[in-house]
């Protein structure tokens, strides 16, 4: 299972374009504070853990769920393949 990091998708479709925009509105909306730095990491790079803080605020700010920013790409399911019966001997 492969998680994408989406937040750079769904501030676009926010009309959100820069680490600076995001800030101010994390804390006029949500009252959040996070450095300039921290912000613009969590736009550039899939982070490797997210604080149920940060989380909620996000989507607070941006008026989305955990879903929006988090895309799930699932394998392709592998199903067991029956035997057939010259392989099992006959038997069932």
Do not use: H, Y
Request: hydrophobic share 40%; charged share 30%; aromatic share 4%.
């Amino acid at each position: 299972m492969r998680i994408e990091w989406r937040l750079r998708k769904v501030m676009a479709s926010r009309d959100v374009w820069t680490a600076t925009q995001l800030r101010d509105l994390l804390i006029q909306r949500a009252g959040f504070e996070l450095s300039l730095q921290s912000v613009d990491v969590l736009i550039k790079r899939q982070p490797v853990q997210v604080k149920v803080a940060t989380l909620q605020a996000l989507c607070t700010t941006l008026r989305c769920t955990p879903n929006e920013l988090f895309g799930i790409d699932t394998p392709r399911d592998v199903s067991l393949v029956e035997l057939d019966d010259s392989e099992s001997g006959g038997e069932r």
